[in-house]
């Protein structure tokens, strides 16, 4: 699923009721204008501030939709950076991270895909940056056991192909609203899917989750 | 007020947990009453809830395990590395004044030359590679799946065909909903495709950037 880019409708007067610009959005208007000012130096700069707000979120789900640090690490990157250079067509009555999240999937769809087309599509554990420890040995936190450790990786690998299995929309859906929390409203936003279309993927996603999953759902 | 005797379907205590936006206050109250008086449906929701209420903590807590505070700071300077070559390589690299002057017959001969035989080159590679794709796909899967189960990392479980299946069926039965609802698609959302980027229009873009 790529989401949908610029179907042929008239825009509309009033908006939908999603939630109303925040501070985002706000900076987003700001690196915008100094865009069109011709102060790029300035934009960049203030550009920053909105990396630092959604950097962490970003990676947290394009993490979840890739299961590779590196490759998750990278689409937050191309998304950051398609960002700025289409900041001009940023509507600063809309909120910004709906804007942005959509950029991020479909980024990270697209390297699903292309990763598909490699014929390596797995649920591939990430790989260690030079002078990091690897996945395994950093995963999960301190405080654990090595079996408590084995065992909370174990569960995770499980649920990860179990999420890898859902069909496109069902996991797009079910990573937004489960994970990341989001409204259907808002999922409607970010995925152009109609708000009850967004509550069946969600819960055709829960329900094959947990036939996929038995007792560890 | 009256208890619901009618106990709700599993679907429906997962639309209150996930609060659901669309049912009215009044049958939200309904089911919510109805669960503090039935011991069989709280016990229910709780085994509905509970795991992916723990689903939900550890999968946040494994993001930011490999997202670590070292790993965003590196991720942040790496976009700004990259929006530094595009914004000054914007405002300083002028185009060679003295490259104008030079004739464009002088320029324009052997580079049509070159692009010309690189065309027929790459018509000869594709036409090529084209055939050998249509032989070997079935070889290229089987050598993929080996490579794949013979990797000595440690690899979780591949999906296996059957679910695939399914889930293919089930996304075609989503699809003709979507398609239902997308006759009565909201207008507003229009607003978010054109502002947002498609992603084949920029790999263009964002890989000149890089
Ligand atoms: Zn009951």
Redesign the interface.
């Known amino acids: 699923m790529?989401?949908?880019?610029?179907?042929d409708?008239?825009?509309?007067v009033?908006?939908?009721d999603l939630p109303r610009p925040d501070e985002d959005s706000r900076i987003a208007a700001e690196v915008k204008a100094l865009v069109r000012e011709g102060n790029?130096?300035a934009?960049?700069d203030r550009?920053?501030a909105l990396?630092?707000r959604q950097?962490?979120r970003a990676?947290?789900i394009a993490?979840?939709f890739l299961r590779d640090?590196a490759d998750?690490?990278e689409a937050?990157?191309?998304s950051?950076?398609?960002v700025?250079?289409?900041i001009e067509?940023?509507?600063e009555d809309?909120p910004f991270e709906?804007?942005f999240t959509?950029?991020l999937i479909?980024?990270c769809l697209?390297r699903q895909k292309a990763r598909r087309r490699r014929?390596?599509?797995?649920?591939?554990?990430?790989e260690a940056e030079p002078g990091e420890r690897s996945?395994?040995e950093?995963?999960?936190?301190a405080g654990l056991s090595p079996e408590e450790a084995l065992l909370?990786r174990e569960?995770?690998?499980q649920?990860?192909?179990a999420v890898?299995?859902?069909?496109?929309?069902?996991r797009t859906v079910f990573l937004l609203?489960?994970?990341e929390?989001c409204?259907?409203?808002e999922v409607?936003?970010i995925t152009?899917?109609?708000?009850?279309?967004v509550?069946?993927?969600?819960?055709?996603a829960?329900?094959?989750l947990r036939s996929?999953l038995g007792g560890?759902? | 007020m009256k208890l619901d005797r009618s106990h709700p379907a599993?679907?429906r205590l997962?639309?209150v947990y996930?609060?659901?936006?669309?049912a009215s206050e009044a049958d939200r109250r309904s089911v919510r009453q109805h669960l503090h008086g039935c011991e069989a449906c709280t016990w229910r929701y709780t085994e509905l809830t509970a795991?992916?209420e723990r689903?939900?903590r550890?999968?946040?807590?494994?993001?930011?395990?490999?997202?670590t505070s070292a790993?965003?700071d590196a991720?942040?300077a790496?976009?700004?590395g990259?929006?530094?070559a595009?914004?000054?390589g914007?405002?300083v690299v002028p185009f060679p004044i003295g490259a104008n002057r030079l004739s464009r017959a002088v320029i324009r001969r052997p580079v049509m030359r070159w692009v010309a035989a690189a065309a027929a080159a790459g018509l000869l590679v594709g036409l090529a590679a084209g055939r050998l794709i249509e032989s070997d796909r079935g070889r290229?899967?089987q050598v993929?799946q080996t490579?794949?189960t013979s990797a000595s990392?440690?690899?979780?479980?591949?999906?296996s065909p059957e679910?695939?299946v399914a889930?293919?069926s089930?996304?075609a039965t989503?699809t003709e909903?979507?398609a239902a609802?997308?006759s009565?698609?909201?207008?507003?959302?229009?607003?978010?495709?054109?502002?947002?980027?498609?992603?084949?229009q920029?790999a263009v873009?964002?890989r000149a950037?890089?």
């Not at chain 2, 550890?58 to 997202?67: C, K, M, N």
């Not at chain 2, 009565?184 to 084949?200: E, F, G, N």
């Open positions: 790529t989401l949908p880019d610029g179907p409708e008239t825009l509309p009033s908006l939908p790029l130096e934009a960049r550009f920053s990396v630092r950097q962490r990676s947290r993490y979840h640090a998750a690490d937050v990157q191309d950051f950076i398609k700025f250079s289409h067509s940023f509507r809309l709906v804007w959509r950029i479909n980024g697209d014929g390596r599509w797995a649920v591939s554990l990430p996945w395994v950093s995963v999960p936190a909370l569960r995770r690998a649920i990860a192909a890898g299995k859902l069909p496109e929309r069902q609203c489960h994970y929390g409204s259907s409203r409607s936003g152009g899917l109609n708000e009850s279309t509550r069946v993927h969600l819960f055709r829960v329900r094959r996929l560890n759902l | 599993d679907d997962i639309a996930f609060g659901d936006e669309e795991p992916l689903l939900r550890d999968a946040a807590s494994e993001a930011d395990e490999v997202f790993r965003l991720q942040c790496r976009i700004m990259r929006l530094d595009k914004t000054v914007a405002r290229v899967a993929a490579a794949r990392a440690p690899r979780l479980p591949v999906p679910p695939a889930a293919e089930d996304e989503l909903i979507e609802a997308r009565q698609r909201i207008p507003a959302l229009s607003v978010l495709d054109q502002m947002t980027p498609h992603l084949r920029d873009l964002v950037i890089r």
